[in-house]
């Protein structure tokens, strides 16, 4: 089974869709191995967003996910990473179909109310910024049985 990174961001939180966005994730298959609500440090934040730091929309994006709580999670399930990403279509919500958590939830580039690890090496580093080992909990799901042959 792979895992992916995901974090509903100050805006999802702040309108109250952290429940409704991981329950769309649990309801397609996707297991829960790790949760916490945090609020950024800008420290994380630069390593966290490292690879747009040349990009002029740096700062506004530290300054963003640093303004208030985010929940963060990992989830396991088999392709996952891609599964995710499908599920919360493209990073500008005016182009993300309905059914995709940005077209259902978001309206604006900068607001769009979730991230998710874009390949399984930013994902195992994701997870790693955001959780120590001893925080990712491997369970058996017993419901696993009717999700997977």
Known sequence: MERTFVMVKPDGVQRGLVGEILGRFERKGYKVV????????????????GEHRDKPFFEGLVRFITSGPVVAAVLEGRDVVTGVRQMMGPTDP????????????????????????????????????????????????????????
């Open 94 to 149: 005016a182009k993300a179909p309905a059914g995709t958590i940005r077209g259902d939830f978001g309206i604006d580039v900068g607001r769009n109310v979730i991230h998710g690890s874009d390949g399984p090496d930013s994902a195992a580093r994701e997870i790693a910024l955001f959780f120590a080992p001893e925080e990712l909990v491997g369970w058996e799901r017993t419901l696993d049985i009717w999700i997977y042959e």
């Open 34 to 49: 790790a949760l916490k609500m945090l609020r950024l440090s800008r420290a994380l934040a630069e390593k966290h967003y």
